[in-house]
């Protein structure tokens, strides 16, 4: 057996979560997410908790059960609490500012990078060198970030680029080191 497939799924107050033959909704109080997932699975809803259940145990079934339950519960997560990635800017030079819904970045190009927050999801920055990526669904959270991160990824001489705040660079010696 799946052991996070048959984990249950407690559904907190204030959140409502339906189920449309293979699409599920979730309401919450930050806002709605819809999910479609394997038509094999089945979801039940009762008395604030998900159950996520497979109809055997091939292969491709068992793959899909652990995934269906973990998609139903980041939406439920997505719509209570939210998610956040956190970034940082490497380098003398390397800024970032917010100008309306757009995202202004300094990254040693002739030009500055500006990109445009996509539907909900919010960027913000506390500061001139870190950037926070906020929103509900954790898949376009985590993508806006990889996609802001794509400019400038960390190299590992200086540690010059765009990184997560969590991340560690494996930093290498250069060619002078190799005497």
């Known amino acids: ?9 407690v559904v907190p107050a204030g959140v409502e979560v339906t189920v ?3 699409v599920i909704t979730v309401k919450g109080p930050k806002g709605q997410l819809s999910q479609e997932i394997s038509k094999n699975m089945t979801v039940e809803v009762e008395e604030g908790t998900v159950k996520v ?12 059960h652990g995934l269906a339950r973990t998609l139903i519960n980041n939406m439920i997560i ?3 609490t939210g998610f956040e990635k956190k970034l940082q800017l490497v ?8 100008k309306g819904d757009t995202l202004v970045m300094s990254l040693g190009y002739s030009h500055p ?9 919010t960027t913000e920055c506390p500061s001139q060198t870190e950037v926070t990526v906020k929103g509900i669904d ?5 993508n806006y970030a990889a996609n802001i991160r794509a400019w400038r990824k960390p190299e590992p001489y200086k540690g010059k680029g765009i990184k997560y705040v969590d991340e560690v660079i494996r930093r290498k010696e250069g060619k002078a080191g190799a005497k």
């Open 91 to 98: 380098g003398v030079g390397y800024k970032a500012e917010k």
């Open 78 to 80: 997505g719509v209570t």
């Open 138 to 142: 954790k898949a376009l959270v985590g």
């Open 53 to 64: 259940t497979r109809p055997n145990d091939e292969r491709h079934n068992r793959g899909q």
């Open 1 to 9: 057996m799946s052991r996070i497939g048959i984990k249950p799924i």
């Open 113 to 121: 990078v500006e990109m445009k927050d996509p539907e909900g999801i």
């Open 20 to 22: 449309d033959g293979n």
